[in-house]
């Protein structure tokens, strides 16, 4: 299905790997016009040199903090007019909240919750002005089904989707829509380093943390990033206009609810 989207433009965080990379390869399959963020600039200029290969769209790399002030405005000027928004940042460290004090919770609120805040504050005008604009804010299965020790996350993500279901109601008239997806255990980095800490936690070995992990997932196996590129790209399709203030969870059918 065409998704009505080549030629539109997109700034996608988090991008160099696992799902914001997953993300901008759907959307550069489709036609959008890409620039990326991330830290580490090697692993991004690959990620970029990749999507162009494969895609022969324009590609603008942009090796930055998101979570940064001077990051974001980096990453904005880079970009230009955006009619796409995925916004992305590393989940912070699980852990004991008995343990964590304040400043690694405003650290969390800062990455997960006000970066998003602010990138939205800064793109979702012009996309009003043009009658187009989809954002997507990647969180975490967490919000829907908390995990005692990712609380710094289920906290900060909490409150960005908190904030996004008031103002998804008040830009969608105008062809724009906010979305929230929420990973399970996708295949990335990020899930390698929590069955890391839960093995050294525990005392276990990585291979039996991570068969205990897809024991409680009903798909028997892990997301692969691929699966929630494509859905991230149907959030921002044309034909998703109708879609908005949505928590979209992927989780291999571990929440065992029906709502």
């Excluded at 829907?144 to 990712?150: C, E, Q």
């Excluded at 996708?186 to 069955?195: A, Q, S, V």
């Excluded at 009903?218 to 699966?227: K, S, T, V």
Aim: charged share 20%; net charge neutral; glycine share 12%.
């Amino acid at each position: 299905m065409d998704l009505g989207i080549k030629g539109r433009s997109a700034l996608v965080c988090g991008a160099s790997k696992g799902l914001g990379r997953g993300c901008a390869l759907a959307l550069a399959q489709e036609g959008v016009a890409l620039t990326i963020v991330a830290r580490g600039a090697e692993e991004l200029e690959k990620t970029a040199e990749a999507i162009r290969a494969e895609t022969g769209v324009v590609v603008t790399a942009v090796a930055a903090d998101i979570t940064r002030p001077e990051g974001r405005a980096q990453a904005l000027a880079a970009a230009g007019a955006i009619d796409i928004l995925v916004t992305n940042a590393g989940g912070p460290p699980s852990g004991d909240f008995r343990d964590w004090d304040r400043d690694q919770w405003i650290a969390a609120l800062d990455a997960n919750m006000l970066t998003p805040i602010e990138l939205i504050k800064a793109t979702v005008d012009g996309m009003i002005e043009r009658r187009f604009g989809r954002i997507v804010n990647i969180t975490s299965a967490a919000v829907k089904a908390p995990i005692a020790v990712l609380g710094l996350s289920n906290g900060a993500r909490s409150g960005l989707t908190g904030f996004v279901a008031g103002i998804s109601r008040q830009v969608v008239a105008h062809n724009v829509t906010i979305n929230n997806l929420l990973p399970g255990p996708f295949d990335t980095d990020r899930l390698k380093g929590l069955i890391a800490g839960a093995a050294k936690a525990t005392g276990k070995d990585i291979a039996t943390i991570r068969q205990e992990r897809l024991k409680v997932t009903p798909a028997g196996r892990f997301g692969d990033p691929a699966e929630f590129g494509a859905a991230c790209a149907y959030l921002c399709s044309a034909q998703a206009g109708f879609v908005t203030g949505l928590n979209f969870l992927m989780d291999g059918g571990a929440y065992p609810g029906t709502f």
